[in-house]
C-alpha cells in the first residue's frame, strides 16, 4: 500500500514540473491587472476548433495564477482544441492575523470577474483566436476553478436581483469541473483547503447570506451538461465532496455525469504527464465534438 502523503506530494510535484507555456495570443477583459484571458491555438492546423475556457484552482487564493495550468491548455491544445486560460482576482497574498495560508477569494471580485471573463471570451475569441469556434464552448475548472466554472454555468439561476444573473442559461456545450470544491456544506465539514470556502464567502457572519449565491451544490438544476471528473484518492478536495453535489443534482432532477479514477489524486487531472489529464480531455471532447 503505497503511503498516500508520498503519493499526493509526488503527484503535485510532477503536475508543477513542466515549464509554463506562453500563450499564443492575450487579451484584457478590464483593468485590473489580473483581469486577462490567454488564448491557445489548436496545435493540429485546423481553422475552426470547439472552444475551451479554463478556470485555475488554487483554493481563491493569489499566490496560485493561471502560469500551473498552460501545460494543461498547451494539452488541449494539442487536443485539436481552441482554448481560453482566465485569470481572476482571487485573495489576498498575506495571511489574516492569527492564520497561516494566504486568504482565499475576493467577494465580490472574484465572481465579478469570472461572470465578466466569460460574457467577454466569445468577442475576444473572434478578435484574438479566430480558429475558436464559440458554438461548440465547454467550461473546465480544476479545484476553486472546478467551483467557479459550474457557477458560471449556473448563473440563470442565481436568486433574483443578483448582479450576477443571466437572462437565459449561458451559451455552453457543457461544463467538465475537474475535482470541484462542488458543495460548500460538505467541504466546510471536511476543512477543504484549510477553510476556504468560509473564506471565498467573506468569513462565517457572511456564509448563510452569500452561500446561496455561489455554491453550485446550491444553483441546481442548470440544464447544462455536466460531468464531474475526480481521483478516488484525492485528499485535497476528498470524493465526497463531488459524491454530495452529485446527489444533490439527483435531487433536484438532474443527472450530473460522475468518472472516478481509481487510485489517482488532486493533481493528475490537470498533469500532461499523467493518465488521468488524457481522461479530461476526452470527457471534453465528448461535449465539444
Known amino acids: 500500500m503505497p503511503d498516500p502523503a508520498a503519493r499526493d506530494a509526488a503527484e503535485e510535484a510532477s503536475a508543477f514540473s ?46 496560485y495564477d493561471r502560469r500551473h495550468v498552460t501545460p494543461f491548455a498547451d494539452f488541449l491544445a494539442r487536443r485539436g482544441f481552441a482554448v481560453a486560460n482566465v485569470e481572476y482576482r482571487r485573495g489576498s497574498p498575506i495571511p489574516r492575523q492569527g492564520g497561516e495560508a494566504p ?28 480558429q475558436a469556434d464559440t458554438h461548440r464552448m465547454v ?21 433574483p436581483g443578483s448582479p450576477w444573473r443571466l437572462p437565459e442559461p449561458p451559451p455552453l456545450r457543457g461544463v467538465v469541473a475537474l475535482a470541484p470544491i462542488a458543495h460548500f456544506g460538505r467541504a466546510v465539514e471536511l476543512g ?40 478516488r484518492e484525492d485528499r485535497d478536495v476528498p470524493y465526497a465532496v463531488a459524491d454530495a453535489f452529485v446527489e444533490a443534482a439527483a435531487r433536484a432532477g438532474e443527472t450530473v455525469g460522475l468518472t472516478l479514477l481509481e487510485d489517482v489524486g488532486h493533481f493528475p487531472l490537470i498533469d500532461p504527464a499523467a493518465d488521468a489529464c488524457a481522461v479530461v480531455a476526452e470527457e471534453i471532447a465528448q461535449l465539444a465534438f
Do not use: K, M
Open 18 to 63: 513542466h515549464p509554463a507555456v506562453a500563450p499564443d495570443a492575450s487579451a484584457v477583459y478590464g483593468a485590473h491587472p489580473d483581469q486577462v484571458v490567454d488564448f491557445y491555438a489548436p496545435r493540429d492546423g485546423r481553422e475552426r476548433a470547439p472552444l475551451v475556457v479554463v478556470l485555475h484552482g488554487g483554493a481563491w487564493r493569489a499566490p
Open 103 to 130: 486568504v482565499a477569494g475576493r467577494w465580490p471580485e472574484t465572481f465579478d470577474d469570472v461572470a465578466a471573463a466569460l460574457d467577454a471570451v466569445p468577442a475576444l475569441a473572434a478578435a484574438h483566436l479566430p
Open 139 to 159: 467550461l473546465t475548472g480544476h479545484s476553486a476553478g472546478g467551483q467557479l466554472a459550474l457557477w458560471a454555468a449556473a448563473r440563470h439561476v442565481l436568486p
Open 192 to 231: 477543504v483547503c484549510g477553510g476556504a470556502v468560509t473564506q471565498l464567502l467573506g468569513g462565517e457572519e457572511a456564509f448563510e447570506e452569500r452561500a446561496g449565491s455561489a455554491d453550485p451544490a446550491a444553483l441546481l438544476p442548470t440544464g447544462i451538461a455536466t460531468t464531474v471528473v475526480q481521483g
